[in-house]
């Protein structure tokens, strides 16, 4: 069974940095794209940042790019998103995601992570 474990999230000042980790367990990832998304209360769920678990590329949102990276460590299974010069509107619950298509559709993405909160103040 395909299991996702976010962790990094908190609260932080305006400027501030962090960084999520989302490890995977239950089988091989190879052929998978992993990726983040985030909710604030009353919104959407929106895109944030994606990546294929082999070989390049990675995509982000309008409202990090710039600001935040995705990143892996394919040894131990685990996605990364730094995140700097955070805002208070990057404040929302992050969730990660696993799914067979490099894709910026929540739909394609069959797995998911329990969230981690980010709050960030101003």
């Known amino acids: 069974q395909v299991q996702l474990v976010e962790s990094g999230g908190g609260l932080v000042q305006a400027g501030d940095s962090l960084r999520l980790s989302c490890k995977a367990s239950g089988r091989s990832f190879s052929n998978y794209a992993m990726g983040w998304f985030r909710q604030a209360p009353g919104k959407e769920r929106e895109f944030v940042a994606t990546?294929?678990?082999?070989?390049?590329?990675?995509a982000y949102g309008d409202s990090v790019k710039g600001r935040f990276t995705i990143s892996r460590d394919n040894a131990e299974n685990t996605v990364y998103m730094q995140m700097n010069s955070l805002k208070p509107e990057d404040t929302a619950v992050y969730y990660c995601?696993?799914?067979?298509?490099?894709?910026?559709?929540?739909?394609?993405?069959?797995?998911w992570g329990q969230g981690t909160q980010v709050t960030v103040s101003s």
């Open positions: 990546m294929p678990l082999s070989g390049g590329g990675t």
């Open positions: 995601a696993l799914g067979g298509r490099y894709s910026r559709l929540r739909s394609d993405y069959t797995y």
